[in-house]
């Protein structure tokens, strides 16, 4: 059976990236952030010279993909830096709405109050992601705030009593929070979430040359195991991310199979116009720029670099038994076209 | 015209592949560092009844704005036949019933019901009043 699946996994995969429909947008709003994590990466900061894309200029670049998307059927995933440090962050939403997308934010939480959160789900706002990354201790170590914990939290507690937002909590798994997993599980679970998600660090970014936040071959094993046992609990939906494939663990982890759909159903517009897949993706993979060219022109006919990724068959990739399963991993872990990847977490059979 | 049916096939095998190959019908989707969305690949359809009597109404024609026009048949089942859809969770949409028959079945009010996304992943059951009934 899970042979089966397998295939028809793959069989899914090349269906999807033939059809290569735009369902998921991301909108590097800002690089200004009100924290300066350890493991951004992105490294924003809270003073940037760099000022805010106008909405007006990405809206103007949207407006294309209306007439070849269905109302609803196009999220644009607004992020940064901190999208709630715009003040016209619901106003941009109310307008996303009436040109007939869907919204939603990545936040790590700190301005996320009572006010803010009436005025966002008003404005239409059907997705949201806060960040949560160990407990009080390690997760204000982490963001580098001794509020930070506290004003998750309660964006959190808002979150999860609203019934009809899409949500999800992420925690960066490192070193330092590895063994609080599941003390983490207990309070998120008093604290009425039902959606989680695990990552893991990439070294990329202000992570990048940061050691102590990457984890060891042994140590994202335990993590997976953690994922698959609490999984089989049911008491919370749990889920790794799609950051790599897993080998062995591939059907305890997570709903499908690892697939990187950067490129394929995920584009972006980054801060200064360009047009990619994942924010985190190197920038040396942009595919032209919205002050340029057509957005949905370049969605038709550009990404080729991710959408045929048998160029990604080098390095330890290049003998894999697993490539047409894994199709070399992540986007986010190559540094550039025709670099091998930066990390495997492919666990086989003994 | 070749194009359009290439499409429409490689939709259902998106629905038919992704039904078999995943644990659920309904999926989580989210890219790297950015929120879930939950989504259904779906074909609506459903069935029309009277609201008194629970017969199934044929000739009846059913629109929303998903964009899709289908007619009942004799048993009150209408299908979109356009194609599969793929809808997110907590998307709403219209969905309006009309006799367009003038009296052949009885003659019915219009309906318009607002449905969500979720509710799609089921044959839809709708009813209708008679006009006679109504005055």
Redesign the interface.
């Given at each position: 059976m899970s042979v089966l699946?397998?295939f028809?996994?793959r069989?899914?995969r090349k269906?999807?990236t033939?059809?290569h429909?735009l369902?998921?947008l991301?909108w590097e709003c800002t690089w200004r952030c009100n924290l300066a994590c350890r493991h951004c990466?992105s490294d924003c900061k809270a003073e940037t010279n760099v000022t805010d894309m106008p909405f007006a200029d990405f809206l103007r670049a949207i407006e294309p993909l209306e007439q070849r998307y269905?109302?609803?059927?196009v999220?644009i995933?607004i992020?940064g830096g901190e999208p709630l440090l715009r003040n016209d962050l619901a106003d941009c939403g109310r307008a996303l709405r009436q040109h007939g997308f869907?919204w939603?934010?990545?936040t790590n939480g700190m301005l996320y109050d009572e006010a803010r959160h009436r005025e966002l789900v008003a404005a239409g706002l059907?997705?949201?992601?806060v960040s949560l990354d160990g407990l009080e201790e390690t997760h204000n170590w982490l963001r580098q705030h001794p509020q930070s914990f506290q004003r998750a939290l309660r964006a959190l507690r808002l979150i999860a009593n609203e019934s009809?937002l899409?949500?999800?909590v992420?925690t960066c798994v490192h070193g330092r929070n590895l063994k609080e997993l599941p003390q983490l599980k207990e309070l998120l679970i008093a604290n009425g979430i039902r959606?989680w998600?695990l990552?893991t660090i990439a070294p990329i970014g202000r992570a990048a040359g940061d050691r102590e936040l990457m984890l060891s071959r042994t140590q994202v094993e335990e993590m997976l195991q953690f994922i698959a046992a609490t999984r089989k609990e049911g008491r919370i939906d749990l889920?790794f991310?799609?950051?790599a494939y897993t080998g062995k663990y591939e059907e305890e982890v997570r709903?499908?199979?690892f697939f990187c759909?950067?490129g394929i159903?995920?584009g972006s517009v980054l801060l200064n116009g360009d047009i990619c897949a994942?924010?985190?993706i190197n920038r040396s993979f942009r595919q032209c720029n919205i002050y340029e060219d057509n957005l949905l022109d370049v969605w038709d006919n550009r990404f080729q670099v991710m959408r045929d990724r048998t160029w990604m068959r080098c390095g330890m990739c290049a003998k894999c038994k697993d490539f047409k399963q894994c199709l070399g991993g992540?986007m986010?872990l190559r540094p550039a076209y025709g670099e091998p990847i930066r990390r495997c977490y492919n666990f086989r059979e003994r | 015209m070749f194009k359009h049916l290439k499409?429409k096939k490689?939709?259902l095998?998106?629905f038919l592949?992704?039904s078999?190959?995943?644990?659920?019908l309904m999926?989580?989707?989210?890219?790297?560092?950015?929120?879930?969305?939950?989504?259904f690949d779906t074909i609506v359809q459903g069935k029309v009844t009277d609201a008194e009597t629970s017969e199934p109404i044929g000739g009846l024609q059913v629109t929303s704005?998903?964009?899709f026009t289908a007619t009942t048949d004799q048993n009150g089942i209408f299908i979109d036949s356009s194609e599969v859809r793929?809808?997110?969770?907590?998307?709403e949409y219209l969905i309006t019933v009309t006799d367009v028959d003038s009296t052949e079945n009885g003659q019915y009010e219009r309906l318009d019901t607002v449905v969500w996304a979720s509710d799609l992943t089921q044959p839809l059951q709708l009813q209708v009043k008679k006009v006679s009934d109504a005055q």
């Open positions: 699946k397998r028809l996994s069989v899914f269906n999807e033939e059809i429909e369902s998921y991301f990466g269905p109302r609803d059927t999220v995933a992020t869907r939603g934010i990545v059907s997705s949201i992601t009809q899409i949500y999800d992420v959606h998600r990552f889920k991310s799609c950051e709903d499908s199979y759909r950067a159903n995920i994942c924010p985190n992540a986010h | 499409e490689q939709k095998l998106r592949f992704g078999f190959s995943f644990t659920a999926f989580t989707f989210q890219a790297c560092y950015g929120m879930p969305e939950r989504t704005d998903l964009g793929h809808l997110y969770e907590y998307s």
